[in-house]
């Protein structure tokens, strides 16, 4: 398999200035450490040498449009020539923003915009053990919520990790961990239980409603259900992190299509098609507790919250949205993908499971039925799940290589673009199978798993 990209001089200069080469510990992927990206448009983006990749990844899902959508990048230019960040009061186009995200999510009350979702879990998590003066939160195996103390545990586990905490981060305090408590995702008799027991203490519940950072694990409607009947009993609060699943699934989000309302709702990626934005939003009796609001006890602040060219972008990709068959056109893909994926894992008889939901899709190395918890995923095959997508890079189709990272369709792909993914596909996988040592492609290529064993706590 070649090298992708002639950058390594480049990537060199990085490794030196920057630990690891990186901006961000995702970015980092064992076979293509040498990558510069050096243009993007549409779906695609290309290295140094000129390479062009069809791009599945989109940075973990922002790119609902296409990288640099070109109404998007006309908004953003067009609000430079008029305001830049002044940090204080509030500029016309906040206010609009708030008003729109509060006439598509059903949640949201109120709104206030941050700068990433990582810090919207965050304010979620904090303001929730304000309102109720408890100390405990509740989160899923298999679910990722940002960077902070609090959720950094039990995202991509190994087996012997599971039902303890697996914090995926060293200088974490013991207490931290403490107070998190982790359940299993879909299962319905466990929150049950544990609300039986410590509902009183629990402070509030945070999920993914598609746990989407192990791929597509599609939730149960008793699962929501109990949680809300749960949180709503014993005076918890509710979250949603739609960060992922906002705007990419529906424009109301999974609440919209589950009818499941949360307390709080946090948002980013989509909403804003690559520019660094999050909100969270919900119930105006809680929000009303943030500090935004002079005497609110919930300490809220950021020096680039509602920047006018990142609020410029996301007016722009929900005008996109709201008034363009985005949906319809990239779920159709999605489901062509999927369709055909699983044709071709047929055609090769290789136990497989390809699942997604709207413009997303994932293959699983693993016999059916579709996950519905994390341990189901433990039968994924990581080797052939990152081989394939290794040898699609040679390819010029772009499925990130880590273990059990979801694909994304934006409204830039085509059907003729499918047709070249699935096509692909088929020669990728067949040499992944064909080829020996392929099991050490699994080393280092996952993420968020937990510290190995004896690595300082």
């Known amino acids: 398999m070649n090298a992708v990209g002639a950058g390594a001089p480049l990537a060199e200069r990085a490794r030196a200035a920057i630990p690891g080469g990186v901006n961000s510990g995702q970015r980092s992927v064992p076979g293509i450490t040498d990558l510069v990206v050096a243009r993007a448009e549409g779906a695609r983006f290309f290295d140094t040498e000129g390479r062009a990749y069809t791009d599945y990844h989109a940075a973990f899902g922002p790119q609902l449009l296409g990288h640099n959508d070109p109404d998007v990048s006309a908004a953003v230019a067009a609000v430079t020539r008029e305001v830049d960040l002044c940090g204080v009061g509030v500029t016309p186009g906040e206010i609009e923003l708030a008003e729109r995200l509060i006439e598509l999510v059903p949640s949201f009350e109120q709104v206030l915009l941050t700068s990433t979702g990582s810090e919207a879990t965050f304010h979620a998590l904090r303001l929730s053990r304000a309102v109720t003066g408890r100390r405990l939160v509740v989160k899923f195996q298999g679910c990722y919520h940002g960077w902070h103390d609090a959720v950094s545990l039990n ?20 207490e931290v961990l403490e107070s998190t408590v982790v359940l299993p995702f879909n299962d319905a008799e466990a929150v049950r239980r544990l609300f039986a027991d410590h509902g009183d203490q629990i402070a509030g519940v945070i999920v993914e409603p598609v746990p989407h950072n192990i791929g597509c694990v599609l939730p149960t409607d008793e699962f929501l259900l109990t949680l809300r009947e749960q949180t709503t009993k014993h005076g918890a609060i509710l979250i949603f992190d739609e960060v992922i699943t906002g705007f990419r699934h529906a424009l109301g989000g999974w609440q919209e299509i589950s009818g499941i309302t949360p307390d709080l709702t946090t948002l980013g990626k989509a909403f804003a098609n690559g520019f660094p934005l999050g909100a969270i939003g919900g119930r105006a009796d809680l929000m009303q507790q943030f500090s935004s609001r002079p005497g609110g006890p919930a300490f809220f602040a950021g020096t680039y919250n509602g920047a006018p060219v990142v609020v410029a972008a996301a007016l722009a990709t929900l005008t996109k949205l709201t ?21 071709v894992f047929a055609e090769l008889d290789v136990p497989a499971v390809v699942t997604g939901y709207g413009s997303i899709f994932v293959s699983y190395f693993m016999p059916g039925p579709a996950p519905r918890t994390y341990s189901d995923l433990l039968a994924n095959r990581a080797d052939l799940f990152v081989g394939y997508r290794r040898r699609l890079i040679d390819r010029g189709i772009f499925e990130l290589p880590l273990n059990l990272k979801r694909s994304h369709i934006s409204y830039a792909h085509t059907e003729s673009d499918i047709d070249q993914l699935v096509a692909g596909t088929k020669d990728a996988v067949r040499e992944a199978l064909r080829e020996t040592g392929a099991g050490d492609l699994a080393v280092g290529a996952s993420t968020m798993g937990g510290l190995a064993a004896g690595e300082s706590r």
């Open 155 to 174: 995202v991509i586990s190994a087996e012997e990790a599971l039902n303890r905490p697996d914090p995926i981060s060293a200088g974490i305090l013991p």
């Open 323 to 343: 008034e363009q068959p985005v949906h319809e056109h990239t779920f159709r893909l999605g489901e062509l993908a999927r369709t055909g994926l699983r044709e």
